[in-house]
């Protein structure tokens, strides 16, 4: 196709004429007329008009109107064409003509090069799928990081806490005619005494038998040393010797929030380590429903999210220091709402008996084989919030009640001495609050035969103290 080819397709072209893109912007056929539509929209303004080009040129004016004499004019909206030079032609004409035309080829260019570059990457594709899928020379490289010694690490982290721990911890096996069981235990002395729950071991009370398997896999039987219902503390010794004693560190020093470790042989997985903080302390809890408890058996618990589950009963509770702070010994579980049916697993809420108070019994049993608790000499029962209600100038506390055969006050017993009576309501211990006999019972049990508490009663709406030195129920 020439040049005139192009030129007579042009509507009303001269066959003669030169090409379109060659002539002067003034006579390109695409530019907009230099005259605005008659419907483009227009604004009026007061800057200065002058004439341009002796104005022969009419329609056209400057974009920035130069001073001079101010009249009004009616001119086109900025933007409805190509701007104007000083005689009023449209600028840029023919380069906007160009710029349309090329357009469409730059397209058309990058169409076939994106065509052309994901046919390659295709076929670049299909190839290593085609290719060996194994490679005999590969190698990952050594792994990073290791240096002699690498396994070691420090003292109060979890796992050096747990190297330091485990060779005290030994797991229990408990077998009877009826029944076998596991549990764990905590090494006190280098002669392998080792402290558990009662309820680990009160099955090999009556003919059972005992073996303790050491952190080494190595094991020896054991017999019981002496029992202890009323805080579920037991203490057996094994046959052979050669366990690490454990260090025991003092529970009261804990706060809630303290880091701790939980170690023992949960459903018979020795040697388990598991971590968690310190929930919360002084939880009056009960092991109801283990095997040979008591309803009788109180303590005031160390409560932990470390996860406890069953087989962990008897094992340590350790500090950021690797000493031993509780002894595990209950799980709070779902019960019958538990979806799963069976026994519960951990939920979070463990509880431990406080060191303290199981070092007391431990010397205890090791020494006589039983121990003696603190008593406060009363029988009293729970004076619930609706009770209390009822009873002007009362509180939920715990009631001293009794009957003529059953008194309240146990005749010359500490609370005796000390001049409570019955109806009298026990609201505090200390500084521990009272709500029930349950907190009564652990609050006073978390002291020692023959300290001397406060005890703070309401009696007929009035609040009093009194100082009270704690029997024991031995008789003692």
Avoid: C
Wanted: aromatic share 4%.
């Amino acid at each position: 196709m020439t040049d005139d080819d192009r030129t007579e397709r042009l509507p009303g072209a001269d066959p003669q004429a030169a090409p379109w893109w060659s002539r002067p912007a003034a006579e390109d056929p695409w530019r907009p007329p230099a005259e605005p539509p008659a419907d483009a929209p227009t604004y009026t303004d007061t800057a200065p008009i002058p004439p341009v080009g002796g104005g022969s040129q009419p329609g056209a004016t400057r974009i920035d109107p130069a001073p001079g004499p101010t009249g009004t004019a009616t001119r086109p909206v900025e933007g409805w064409g190509y701007p104007v030079d000083t005689v009023g032609r449209p600028v840029g004409g023919t380069r906007r003509s160009l710029l349309w035309l090329l357009l469409p080829v730059a397209l058309i260019a990058s169409l076939v090069g994106g065509g052309i570059g994901g046919w390659v990457g295709y076929r670049s594709a299909d190839r290593s799928r085609s290719g060996p899928l194994t490679d005999q020379n590969a190698t990952l490289g050594a792994p990073t990081g290791t240096t002699a010694g690498s396994a070691s690490r420090p003292p109060d982290s979890v796992a050096g806490i747990a190297r330091k721990v485990l060779p005290s911890v030994v797991s229990i096996s408990v077998r009877s005619s009826s029944s076998a069981g596991t549990g764990s235990g905590v090494i006190l002395r280098s002669d392998d005494y080792i402290l558990t729950n009662n309820h680990v071991v009160a099955e090999a009370g009556s003919g059972g038998r005992i073996d303790v398997t050491y952190s080494d896999n190595r094991t020896s039987s054991a017999r019981i040393v002496g029992v202890d219902p009323k805080s579920d503390l037991a203490v057996i010794k094994a046959a052979q010797r050669g366990g690490t004693p454990a260090e025991l560190g003092n529970s009261d020093d804990l706060v809630v929030g303290d880091p701790v470790i939980a170690i023992g042989s949960p459903l018979g997985l020795q040697g388990t380590v598991t971590s968690g903080i310190v929930s919360a302390k002084n939880r009056p809890v009960t092991p109801n429903g283990e095997a040979g408890s008591s309803n009788d058996a109180f303590f005031s618990a160390i409560q932990t999210d470390a996860a406890v589950n069953p087989g962990n009963s008897g094992g340590p509770l350790v500090n950021s220091r690797g000493q031993v702070v509780g002894i595990n010994s209950a799980i709070a579980t779902l019960g019958a709402s538990n979806p799963f049916g069976g026994q519960s697993g951990s939920i979070g809420l463990g509880f431990a008996i406080p060191i303290d108070q199981a070092r007391s019994v431990a010397e205890q049993l090791i020494r006589t084989g039983k121990a003696a608790h603190p008593v406060l000499g009363v029988r009293a029962t729970t004076l619930s919030p609706q009770q209390a209600e009822s009873m002007p100038g009362s509180q939920p506390g715990a009631l001293i009640s009794g009957s003529g055969t059953q008194p309240g006050i146990v005749s010359g017993g500490p609370a005796d001495k000390a001049g409570l009576r019955a109806g009298d309501i026990i609201v505090a211990i200390d500084r521990e609050r009272v709500t029930g006999i349950d907190e009564l019972i652990v609050a006073v049990r978390a002291h020692q035969v023959g300290d001397v508490v406060t005890v703070t009663y309401l009696r007929g709406g009035t609040s009093h103290r009194a100082r009270v030195t704690l029997g024991s129920d031995s008789g003692g």
